[in-house]
């Protein structure tokens, strides 16, 4: 069943709890962005800061150069994913370890120009890959249709690997990202800045889920 998650990605600590309390009442799962300020030039809030009310699951998409550190913060918040790049720094076996041993599951992202070969090898321990096709630390971005060819590759090596789609998602390209195969829709600025959040997100959610059926 395709799941619209809703993403939080704020400078600081006041604006993460608006944008949660903007989506709070109606989701069942978040994706929290995080940056360094490296990575992504943006900075958002430090981890030690993220929450999430209960009963929703939690993504973390880690944007940091270098996101061992982060990740051993992150574990103690419990969540039901963490998301690190393909790109970035640090051992993967060391941060796929971690999380199983506290029971997480293990994603991956990547970056428009990086191709899914590069995680081939490796995806025995990966749970979930996340297609970015956005700007790093911002809301927005381009939904780069072509890039659904990784999800296809994906798809091929390991079927019931989750896929998820990170930048541009809206009202006019989610039925072509469904029936490409993405499973997770990370939604930020078309909800965040949208007049009525929750209409917005009920209306992505019906049209993914009538592409799935079709």
Not at 6 to 19: G, K, M, N, S, V
Not at 24 to 47: C, M, S, W, Y
């Amino acid at each position: 069943m395709p799941v619209i998650c809703p993403a939080i990605l704020a400078p600081d600590e006041y604006t993460y709890r608006q944008q949660i309390e903007k989506v709070a009442h109606f989701v069942h799962r978040i994706q929290i962005d995080l940056t360094d300020g490296k990575f992504a030039k943006n900075q958002t809030v430090e981890p030690r800061a993220a929450w999430w009310p209960v009963g929703v699951k939690a993504d973390f998409h880690l944007m940091f150069q270098d996101p061992l550190a982060a990740v051993k913060t992150i574990l103690e918040h419990q969540p039901h994913l963490i998301i690190v790049h393909a790109e970035a720094k640090g051992s993967f076996e060391a941060f796929a370890a971690q999380c199983r041993e506290h029971h997480i599951k293990v994603g991956v992202a990547l970056l428009p120009k990086t191709q899914p070969q590069t995680i081939a090898g490796a995806l025995h321990k990966i749970d979930h890959v996340l297609i970015f096709s956005g700007d790093l630390g911002r809301f927005g971005g381009h939904a780069d249709l072509d890039l659904l060819r990784k999800v296809h590759f994906l798809k091929d090596h390991k079927p019931q690997l989750e896929i998820g789609w990170d930048g541009g998602i809206t009202d006019q390209n989610i039925s072509q990202l469904a029936a490409g195969g993405v499973d997770v829709f990370n939604v930020g600025g078309f909800i965040q800045s949208s007049n009525d959040p929750e209409k917005t997100f009920h209306k992505l959610q019906r049209i993914a889920d009538e592409t799935g059926t079709t």
